[in-house]
């Protein structure tokens, strides 16, 4: 996404050859808003039994209640 920039040591990251960089947003559904559709995506995701990357916002490769807190930090954002 060109709206996000890599900055490594004060210094914007420009090249992309080689990276391959991926991140999660508590805004689950992506409608620029965290709000309780994001937590019942995330419900569904952690009663499911199966790892869906979008709800493992505390990146350990599971899906657990650590991944609650930055959920809930973020309640009521919106991005604008």
Known sequence: NDL???V???????SRAGLNL????PDLNGDLEVNLADVQLFATDFFS???QRRSDLYYDLTINLSDIVPLANSMTVVCP
Not at 22 to 25: D, E, W, Y
């Open 4 to 6: 996000t920039q890599l």
């Open 8 to 14: 490594v040591n004060g210094q914007v990251v420009t």
């Open 22 to 25: 991926v991140f999660n947003s």
């Open 49 to 51: 039994g199966t790892y």
